[in-house]
């Protein structure tokens, strides 16, 4: 049965010589494949509108066999989002956003990161858009809550009592605080002020992070804890993350 839907394009890819296989995130039906027959040369119902991160009112038609993707009817662009394609590095970004978001939902899950990962686009394609170390950190912390892996910051991972005092640590493969009786060696030093800060962190809208200004020290330590568990939780390489360290 045809549906309509809004969605952003997270990945473009082109099939045989006329098709276009997309990877989308709705609201509704969270992440899915659609193809878009005869989209590479249409120049009508999908001229330049099939671009990686557009906001698009999608078409959906169900094919004939079930374990092929669905094809796309027709799409109406809500928001192109050609700022994020015309610079290299808002490109990278918003392309790490859109692999971070697909490395941690499976097919047909995902709809709760669709508003999230909308307003990151609108906010990177802003002239005045958070600083990188903090935009980035604030939406990985926002994909890790709505994905379920976001890790313990209460109560002790092992001993499961609640972690106070100077001493402090991040164990990344039981993902969470660890109070100094169960410190192991390998375990990232987590000093109160940078626990405090992911903790206030998560409180923070996007929209509001311009106001606020962290410590360079808590953010850094707070970024690199946080991308290590990452990296851990999806067990693979995310190429734009690597391309974007190489980079800035």
């Known amino acids: 049965m045809t549906f309509v839907t809004t969605a952003l394009v997270l990945h473009s890819q082109s099939l045989a010589e006329k098709d276009v296989r997309l990877r989308v995130l709705s609201p509704d039906k969270g992440l899915f494949e659609v193809v878009a027959k005869g989209g590479k040369k249409s120049k009508r119902r999908f001229v330049n509108i099939l671009e990686p991160f557009s906001f698009l009112r999608i078409h959906v038609r169900p094919g004939r066999v079930l374990h092929l993707p669905p094809f796309l009817d027709q799409a109406d662009l809500l928001e192109p989002f050609e700022t994020l394609r015309v610079s290299f590095s808002h490109y990278l970004k918003a392309s790490y956003f859109s692999e971070l978001t697909e490395s941690l939902f499976r097919p047909h899950t ?32 926002q994909m890790l809550t709505k994905s379920g892996f976001m890790p313990r910051l209460r109560e002790c991972v092992r001993c499961g009592k609640r972690v106070s005092g100077p001493e402090r640590f991040f164990a990344i493969a039981e993902g969470g605080v660890v109070c100094q009786n169960c410190f192991r060696e390998g375990d990232f030093p987590f000093p109160p002020p940078v626990h405090a800060f992911l903790g206030h962190l998560l409180q923070v809208p996007a929209e509001k992070l311009n106001r606020l200004r962290p410590a360079a020290e808590n953010l850094k330590q707070a970024g690199r804890i946080m991308e290590n568990f990452l990296l851990f939780v999806i067990d693979r390489e995310i190429n734009s993350l690597r391309i974007l360290k190489e980079m800035l």
């Open 110 to 141: 995902g709809q709760e990161a669709f508003r999230p990962l909308l307003q990151a686009f609108y906010l990177l394609a802003e002239e005045r858009s958070p600083p990188w170390p903090l935009f980035k950190l604030h939406f990985e912390l």
